[in-house]
Nanobody, 124 residues
């Protein structure tokens, strides 16, 4: 069982930056690949970024490549999403997710555990 708690969301102007953090419970964090997803009002939950269990592999949605960076610290049981050059289209609730296994997956159904989400609002 893994419990995930996101933090770091907020209101930012277009072009600004935010750093989201996700704290995970449990002693087996390093055996889970981690992902970030987002859901805007009236839309489906979309993949944003993922990182392998060991941290050596990452994947990004095309819409955030070059602007967002995912990282993890297995000693602290945390995963972060650094978001730069934010756009109004990035406005959404952002969710941290965990899947048992070392490899990266994009579909949300591949992830077993989810946080409660944190709101990110980018004003124009």
């Amino acid at each position: 069982q893994v419990q995930l708690v996101e933090s770091g969301g907020g209101l930012v102007q277009a072009g600004g930056s935010l750093r989201l953090s996700c704290a995970a419970s449990g002693r087996t964090f390093s055996t889970y690949a981690m992902g970030w997803f987002r859901q805007a009002p009236g839309k489906e939950r979309d993949f944003v970024a993922a990182i392998s269990a060991g941290g050596g592999g990452t994947r990004y949605a095309d819409s955030v490549k070059g602007r967002f960076t995912i990282s993890r610290d297995n000693a602290k049981n945390t995963v972060a999403l650094q978001m730069n050059s934010l756009k109004p289209d990035d406005t959404a609730v952002y969710y941290c997710a965990a899947r048992r296994g070392a490899t990266i997956r994009s579909p949300s159904y591949e992830y077993e555990y989810w946080g409660q989400g944190t709101q990110v609002t980018v004003s124009s």
